[in-house]
Each structure stands twice: as C-alpha cells, then as structure tokens.
C-alpha cells in the first residue's frame, strides 16, 4: 500500500487539497502502473500543513516569522 506524505504550506481550500490528491494518484498510476480502479484504500495520501512562520529559506532563518 503506498503511502505518499508532502508538507507543504498551509492555507489551500479543500478544492485544491482534493486536487492534489487526484494529481498524485494519477502520476503514480502512470509512473508504476499502479491499477488505476480499486478500492479508494490502495493509496495514503497525508497532506502535512505547516504554518507559513513555520518556514525557512535559508541559513536556518524563520523566513516569514517577522
């Protein structure tokens, strides 16, 4: 059973959570040939929202945390 963890930035709507979701179980059925009908649990998908002051660019600075 796959699992496929991303952290990213939080605040995208439900819409583009759900859109992130599709896009990641398409790629992963073309790129394994993963069966692309079954049961909705043959693939995990954990959306990790980080708060954006959460965040470091570089040099281990808090980016946005101002």
């Not at 043959?42 to 959306?47: K, M, P, S």
């Amino acid at each position: 059973m796959p699992l496929v963890r991303i952290t990213l930035q939080a605040g995208r709507s439900p819409a583009v959570l759900r859109a992130i979701g599709d896009a990641i179980h398409g790629a992963l059925v073309e790129a394994i040939g993963a069966p692309a009908e079954g049961s909705p649990d043959d693939l995990i998908v954990n959306l990790v929202e980080v708060p954006r002051e959460n965040w470091s660019w570089g040099r281990g600075e808090a980016t946005y945390a101002k």
